[in-house]
């Protein structure tokens, strides 16, 4: 258990629907990881918050969104749903905001289906 | 823009065997490496990174990986495979893109261990 939850596991909603996924991040870290992982993609950085704010930016689409609250909780909003848009979608979070040196801790991951 | 290349979606050793899991990437600035195991239904977990110093890096599980900086490898190695190794295994490099720095993945190794 890595101490990083994400909530919901499983998720079935069709297309043009709206979702959000949330994400507890270890105690004490400050920083939130969003992944999308998918057989034809594989592995992709979302984007990165840091203490409730954007820090780095990856192959996250226009129809996504994320935001980390004060209580450095974090939810990705997933809007006008597409067939492409299903994958399991991970949280991560690590202490500081140094991607190369600190250590990310990952959820088990929402998988979300699009029909 | 730095990436990852894994060399083989599959591979297959005995119990006991010398597991041998490879990786290459292409890096203009020194580069920081790393491999991650990810398990039957559960998120990453980090099995050790190279940033700055010793070449050969150990990471846990029995596991270590070796940076070549001619090669441009960072191959993965375990001595001795146990039952419990099967899973996949994801190297990944740290890239610094427009959005700040984010962690690029391969397209994964799944191990499988035979008895």
């Known amino acids: 258990d890595s101490g990083v939850t994400q909530t919901p596991k499983h998720l079935i909603t069709a297309t043009g629907q709206r979702v959000t996924l949330r994400c507890s991040p270890r105690?004490?870290?400050?920083?939130v990881y969003w992944y999308q992982q998918s057989l034809d993609q594989g592995l992709q950085f979302l984007i990165q918050?840091?203490?409730?704010?954007?820090?780095a930016k990856g192959n996250i689409l226009e129809r996504f969104s994320a935001q980390q609250f004060p209580d450095l909780h974090s939810e990705l909003n997933l809007s006008s749903l597409e067939l492409g848009d299903s994958a399991l979608y991970f949280c991560a979070s690590s202490v500081g905001s140094a991607v190369r040196t600190d250590t990310q801790y990952f959820g088990p991951g929402t998988r979300l289906t699009v029909l | 823009a730095q990436s990852v290349t894994q060399l083989g979606s599959h591979v297959s050793v005995s119990e006991g065997a010398l597991v041998l899991l490879r990786c290459n990437y292409s890096?203009?600035?020194?580069?920081?490496l790393f491999w991650y195991v990810q398990y039957p239904n559960q998120g990453l977990q980090l099995l050790l990174k190279y940033t700055t110093g010793a070449t050969l890096v150990k990471g846990i599980n029995g596991f270590e990986a070796e940076f070549k900086k001619s090669e441009t490898s960072f191959h993965l190695t375990k001595p001795s495979a146990h039952m419990s190794d099967a899973a996949e295994y994801f190297c990944?490099?740290?890239?610094?893109?427009?959005?700040?720095?984010?962690?690029?993945f391969g397209a994964g190794t799944r191990l499988f261990v035979k008895a």
């Open positions: 918050y840091y203490n409730g704010e954007e820090r």
């Open positions: 990944a490099v740290s890239d610094r893109g427009t959005g700040g720095f984010k962690t690029i």
């Open positions: 890096s203009s600035v020194p580069p920081y």
């Open positions: 105690s004490g870290d400050l920083s």
